[in-house]
């Protein structure tokens, strides 16, 4: 059974005047207008070459016409392209004639929508279709595309599989009071539970470096003030995005600039410098760039030899699982030479933001974080996964814990039926009209 009873319709492409575009039609109706276009039915999955006219039978554009009967098409349901000239006046006038021939206009993302109502592809794979439309590097559309084919899908699939054997286990314990005790107490439990969450850990790692190569990864750039962080934000972007001055506490918002090193995406986030003050609008300024260094990905340092020690204090804030890189700046009034160090706890780097000696060295850093995993079988991922997944690590944290106590295997159980509600609405498997509401809305219309 499909869902949507209409005909929807939209302008699927467009390329230009001298380009090619195409209006894409979905429903019930899509055969009728297919019908109208060309004189007869139209033989399924075949190119026909056709006259569009309008009411009138004024031609409005010579194209290609091919028909996807449901339910194998795109949507699920019966399906027609329309392929002609690029012209978005053309495109229009074309739209318009399948709306007077019983359509109406498509919502963003209703055609990818419906293929998820109809269970042609999962919510983390219709996701994916927007984030191959959006990728904004090559590495970031692979990941989508992988995405796009449910390798993501099968990993929270795979899950949710181990999720839901471990139910079973612990509700027959609920099923059988006089044996739950010694029920319970079943090594097997435990072991299950503690794969589970191995294996929860490790997508969740996974599932983070996907968000990475979808958007990029965010660089909070932080340091006390006149530190030279705006310098190396303009370093970095390539021109002066960020206003520089010798006077402290310049910089009072977060400033953020999208760039792109061989392909990798760098969000880069210029921050408020850190320290002490009564001015009302710097203290904004810095609670905003605490607020970017706690949801960072990566957290760049910006120092000089004398503060070093009593500056790293100003990473505290930074999530766990950030990298963090000091950066020794302004090397040239030092008069030392641009050099790269490693510790356990971070990376740091000499360098100078004003002349550009080692700033190259911190690209290449930079862009290897960007594109880490991104090899086979890499995937790109949404934060609302990231939540869902750390929402699962909670309820099994808590189900560990529940084993320990009273009325184990009732709270268990209840802390694993929700993992479960949350690691389904990953995949859509459950999901809210709000949920689905704010996933397709975000896409173009014709997708």
């Not at 699927?12 to 209006?23: D, I, L, N, Y």
């Not at 006046?89 to 209703?110: F, N, S, T, W, Y």
């Not at 072991?191 to 191995?198: F, K, N």
């Not at 792109?260 to 760098?266: K, R």
């Amino acid at each position: 059974m499909t869902h949507g009873d209409d005909t929807i319709a939209a302008i699927a492409t467009g390329a230009g005047a001298a380009g090619v575009g195409a209006v894409r039609v979905s429903g019930p109706l899509a055969p009728v207008i297919a019908a109208a276009f060309l004189g007869r039915e139209p033989k399924a999955r075949h190119a026909h070459f056709a006259a569009f006219r309008d009411a009138g039978g004024e031609l409005i554009d010579r194209g290609l016409l091919i028909s996807f009967p449901g339910p194998a098409s795109y949507t699920g349901e019966h399906v027609l392209e329309l392929q002609g000239h690029g012209s978005a006046v053309l495109l229009d006038a074309l739209l318009r004639r399948c709306i007077e021939l019983g359509a109406r206009l498509a919502r963003p993302g209703e055609f990818t929508e419906r293929a998820f109502l109809n269970g042609k592809l999962d919510l983390a794979q219709a996701e994916a279709v927007a984030d191959v439309v959006a990728a904004t590097s090559e590495v970031g559309a692979r990941a989508a595309l992988r995405s796009m084919e449910g390798v993501f899908s099968a990993r929270v699939d795979d899950l949710l599989a181990e999720l839901i054997g471990l139910r079973v286990h612990i509700e027959a314990a609920i099923d059988f009071p006089e044996e739950e005790i010694d029920f319970l107490a079943n090594p097997v439990i435990g072991a299950q539970l503690h794969t589970l969450r191995e294996n929860l850990d490790a997508l969740l790692v996974e599932t983070r470096r996907g968000v990475r190569l979808n958007d990029g990864i965010a660089v909070a750039i932080i340091g006390r003030p006149n530190a030279g962080k705006s310098s190396l934000m303009n370093a970095l972007a390539g021109e002066d995005r960020a206003i520089v001055t010798d006077i402290a506490g310049t910089t009072r918002d977060v400033l953020r600039e999208s760039i792109s090193i061989d392909g990798a995406t760098l969000e880069l986030a210029d921050t408020a410098g850190l320290r002490e003050s009564d001015d009302v609008v710097e203290k904004e300024g810095i609670r905003r760039a605490r607020a970017q260094l706690a949801r960072c990905d990566v957290a760049l340092l910006i120092t000089d030899e004398q503060h070093v020690t009593e500056d790293l204090g100003l990473f505290d804030g930074t999530q766990t699982h950030a990298t963090r890189i000091v950066v020794i700046n302004k090397i040239d009034l030092a008069h030392v030479e641009a050099r790269r160090e490693s510790s356990g706890a971070h990376d740091t780097l000499w360098l100078s933001a004003l002349t550009g000696d080692g700033v190259d060295a911190l690209r290449t850093i930079l862009k290897d974080l960007a594109t880490a995993g991104a090899g086979d079988g890499a995937f790109s991922a949404r934060r609302r996964h990231v939540v869902a997944l750390e929402v699962v690590r909670d309820h099994l944290s808590r189900t560990a814990d529940a084993l320990h106590g009273s009325h184990a295997g009732e709270l268990a159980a209840e802390e694993l039926r929700h993992a479960q509600q949350a690691l389904g609405e990953i995949t859509g498997t459950y999901s809210s009209d709000d949920l689905l509401g704010a996933v397709f809305s975000s896409f173009c219309i014709g997708k």
